[in-house]
């Protein structure tokens, strides 16, 4: 009677193994990583996680302060997919890196606007005038790009999306230029008389582009921030998910009433 108890008891504690398994499996397929800056893509995230929800899929938001680690962390498969870049970034990330990420949706538009504390209006600007631009190659020649548009540099190729400062054929202004990571460049707004700050961070920084931008993009920017994967997860029903999330009525509605012009829905 006592090695019946015994046999039983062990079937029992087999059968709750092999019914938790299927189910804790079943829970893992779900989840969704995704790597985001703060504002406004980890936001954005945030405000479409409830359809992902209804859906069954777990939207875990992993917020990075760089453009660096959420490429890296995706091709190295600690992550599944990211949000917070531009093609051009891209293009250029996966040329120095010899990686092959892809683009899989593109979602919105964040004006890049140039900043000062010392000066109310560009044409204030004097000559010699340091000016701070982001030091990654895509945001280093938008930055340029943008000067360029309004006449106050020349470049040897006003369309090319990979101008740097030796591509710099007129400066009559002889503006003095400093590359910095770009999530510096709010910091530095008190050392330098102008500053091209990418949008994501002159949010985070309180700065409002529409109003305290001396120069912006308009809204024909050909810079539009990305959803992006690998090769081999693009095509996940997760990861498409999350794509129609990201370009659904409901979050259209989130950028036009959040950010007010200064981020712009691309779909």
Known sequence: MK????????MLGLAGCSSSEPTAKTGQSQVLTVAATAIPHAEILKAIKPLLAKQGID?????FA???????QVVEKNIDVNYFETEPYLDAY???????????VGVHIEPFGAYSRKYHAIGQLP???????PNDPSND????????????????DPDNQLSTVKDITANPHHFQFRELEAAMLPRTLDEVD????????????????LKDALLIEDKNSPYVNYLVGRPDNRDDPRVKALAAALTSPEARQF????????????F
């Open 59 to 63: 939207l875990q938001i992993k917020v």
């Open 3 to 10: 090695k019946l108890l015994i046999l039983l008891l062990l």
């Open 66 to 72: 760089d453009y660096v680690q959420p490429n890296e």
């Open 194 to 209: 102008l500053a091209l700050i990418n949008t994501n961070y002159a949010l985070s920084a309180g700065l409002n582009p």
């Open 127 to 133: 000559d010699g005038a340091t000016v701070a631009l």
């Open 141 to 156: 020649s938008r930055a340029l790009l943008l000067l360029a548009r309004h006449g106050l540099i020349t470049l040897r």
């Open 255 to 266: 950028i036009e009433n959040t950010y007010h012009g200064a981020v712009l829905p691309a």
């Open 94 to 104: 996966n040329a120095q890196r010899g990686t092959n990420l892809v683009t899989i």
